[in-house]
């Protein structure tokens, strides 16, 4: 298993060697490729996204690989094949499949919100359960996944609304931007490259093995944290697309050679959150917040500390305000303490290092004890 874990990993790298710019679609497609699940691209004509799915498809040995564009006048024929005469014949109504989508294991379907109501119910039925009614037989097929490109996105009224929930994983590709990765590609040539196969079977022990990774229980109460903090920004993504992505986590920690999902790995779920492209930046920011956010606190706790050694050592009116005034920041400073024993905690259960906090909490009680010194010297003098 690890050597077909290790051929995938280096199918992976030749593909990021050849295709700029797209590292993270790639790290999708993969765990698409893993999970089953379906990746949208969002983005102009011209930024490879079909040779991309047609040259990942080559990788995979004996798949076959289906691409259509849609318009507004593409009929099922087009995608599902032409109705059997010889069934007609027999007063029975299928299609000839051969060559089209339903015999597909990679397909690509460029301008799918184009797709008609004739043909959205197939497609529903198709991507969500792998299933295709052949006049009156129920026919499962091999589809692994299916790659829509589309330059606009269904509004949220829109018929196709079911159609775009279905893809777990959304990307938006534009132009190479760097200067010197697009001189880079000018001097790539265009073949698609035959190095380096995995077979169908190999695909399905890795699926396999990406299913068995853990998912630790501080991984589970991060999920939480980020689907409470979108809550408040307005983005609630379904219950079904949380469920979903867990897969896509497992799979993304089997690709880096990992057993245990970690909070490394949560940062795939700026791909996965968003309905409009404008979300993702908000996403980015309450995934870093949620795994990065616990140094912020302590900043800020840090900073309170100090500004309470500040107040109590002003120059008071008199001792009595001067006591007042020292009681009141050591009431203050232990409900810090407090919150810094909550930030221990989480670390740990995080399985983070607590050095940083506990450093913060020796500081923290040297004020303490500085002030409770001044306290006592404020009260003894009065006496």
Not at 154 to 178: G, N, T, W
Not at 206 to 214: F, G, P, Q, S
Not at 220 to 236: D, M, P, V
């Amino acid at each position: 298993m690890e050597r077909t874990l290790e051929k995938l990993k280096k199918i992976r790298s030749d593909l990021k060697s050849r295709y700029f710019e797209r590292d993270d679609v790639i790290d999708g497609a993969f765990c698409a490729l893993l999970t089953g699940s379906h990746l949208l691209l969002i983005g102009p004509p011209g930024t490879a996204k079909s040779q991309l799915a047609n040259e990942i498809c080559r990788k995979i040995t004996g798949a076959r690989y289906f691409q259509w564009l849609l318009t507004k006048f593409t009929t099922p024929e087009e995608l599902f094949g032409a109705v059997s005469l010889k069934g007609l014949e027999n007063d029975e109504y299928r299609r000839v499949t051969s060559g089209k989508l339903p015999e597909a294991h990679i397909a690509f379907l460029d301008e799918v919100f184009k797709a008609s109501s004739s043909i959205l119910n197939t497609l529903l039925t198709i991507m969500n359960e792998r299933i295709f009614y052949n006049g009156t037989e129920k026919v499962r097929i091999p589809l692994i996944s299916l790659f829509g490109a589309s330059n606009e996105l269904p509004s949220e009224e829109d018929e196709l609304e079911a159609l775009y929930d279905r893809f777990l994983l959304r990307y938006v590709v534009d132009y190479i931007k760097e200067d010197f990765r697009f001189l880079k590609m000018l001097n790539t040539g265009n073949e698609i490259s035959e190095d380096g196969v995995i077979t169908s079977e190999e695909l399905d022990s890795c699926r396999e093995e990406a299913e068995m990774v853990k998912l630790p229980s501080n991984i589970l109460k991060l999920i939480s944290r980020i689907r409470k903090e979108l809550a408040k920004k307005g983005i609630t993504p379904s219950d079904r697309r949380y469920k979903q992505s867990v897969s896509l986590l497992k799979s993304r920690a089997y690709l880096e050679g990992r057993s245990d999902v970690s909070e490394d790995d949560l940062r795939f779920l700026e791909n996965v959150l968003w309905r409009e492209p404008g979300e993702k930046a908000e996403i980015q920011s309450v995934i870093h917040q949620s795994l990065h956010g616990w140094r912020d606190r302590l900043r800020e706790l840090l900073i309170q500390a100090k500004e309470l050694d500040a107040y109590s050592k002003r120059e008071w009116e008199s001792e009595d305000m001067l006591i007042k005034a020292n009681i009141e920041a050591q009431t203050k400073l232990k409900h810090i303490g407090a919150k810094l024993n909550e930030l221990v905690e989480e670390c740990r259960e995080r399985g983070k290092p607590t050095d940083e906090i506990k450093t913060a909490g020796e500081e923290i009680e040297a004020i303490q004890r500085e002030i409770l010194d001044r306290l006592v010297s404020s009260k003894e003098e009065m006496a």
